[in-house]
């Protein structure tokens, strides 16, 4: 059973930075590697929307909310993916959650990264 683990949320400020983290268990790295991972947001009461994606190869793409300003990265090896968050505002506040861009992984716990002064 494929298990994912988000960390690395927490407050800050606007205009400020985070790193999240999103660690796969339950499969094998390769396995890992075939899919294209994705970090999700959802705020309360609000549709789970599609933040950044990113292949094996390396290519990522971003929703335009966020473009310039969060960058999505994986390491296979260590079937951990990334996603570094700066300049950070209000309207970023949300759960973070990880999985497959086609949602193909049990859902996590998520991560809850609030933007506030």
């Known amino acids: 059973q494929v298990q994912l683990v988000e960390s690395g949320g927490g407050l800050v400020q606007p205009g400020g930075s985070l790193r999240l983290s999103c660690a796969a268990s339950?499969?094998?790295?390769?396995?890992?590697?075939?899919?294209?991972m994705a970090w999700y947001r959802q705020d309360p009461g609000k549709q789970r929307e599609l933040v950044a994606d990113?292949?094996?190869?390396?290519?990522?793409n971003y929703a335009d909310s966020v473009k310039g300003r969060f960058t999505i990265s994986r390491d296979n090896a260590k079937k951990t993916m990334y996603l570094q968050m700066n300049s950070l505002k209000p309207e970023d506040t949300a759960v973070y959650y990880c999985?497959?861009?086609?949602?193909?992984?049990?859902w996590g716990q998520g991560t809850q990264v609030t933007v506030s002064s």
């Open positions: 999985n497959t861009q086609d949602e193909s992984f049990p």
């Open positions: 339950g499969t094998p790295g390769i396995m890992f590697s075939f899919h294209i």
């Open positions: 990113i292949n094996n190869g390396g290519n990522a």
